[in-house]
């Protein structure tokens, strides 16, 4: 299964963007789905993940203003981004886990002018 992840771009704070994921194959069969993100000399941190059948769960620092959802008709996950501070500022990277795999998107950068 390869993720394709889309929807970055340069957006002003107070902006809104919507990232999508898609995959190759039916996500269905994923356990986990979560969204990441890796900003300029940090590490990667979890911004939102959903296990199957389960509650989505969020950062923090996002809580309030990011919705992550999931098409299965679609084979796509996509994460809602409301409010965009200049903090937001990263590469957003989908990932799927099913037992013994683990799958990454090739990334989407995601710039909020201040």
């Known amino acids: 299964v390869q993720l394709q992840a889309s929807g970055g771009g340069l957006v002003q704070t107070g902006g809104s963007l919507r990232l999508s994921c898609v995959a190759s194959?039916?996500?269905?069969?994923?356990?986990?789905m979560r969204w990441y993100r890796q900003a300029p000399g940090k590490e990667r941190e979890q911004v939102a993940g959903?296990?199957?059948?389960?509650?989505?769960i969020y950062a923090d620092s996002v809580k309030g203003r990011f919705t992550m959802s999931s098409d299965f008709a679609k084979n796509t996950m996509s994460l809602q981004m409301n409010n965009l501070k200049h903090e937001d500022t990263a590469v957003y990277y989908c990932?799927?886990?099913?037992?013994?795999?683990?799958?990454w998107g090739q990334g989407t950068l995601v710039t909020v002018s201040s």
């Open positions: 990932n799927a886990f099913e037992p013994g795999r683990n799958y």
């Open positions: 194959g039916s996500i269905i069969k994923f356990n986990i």
């Open positions: 959903v296990i199957s059948g389960g509650s989505t």
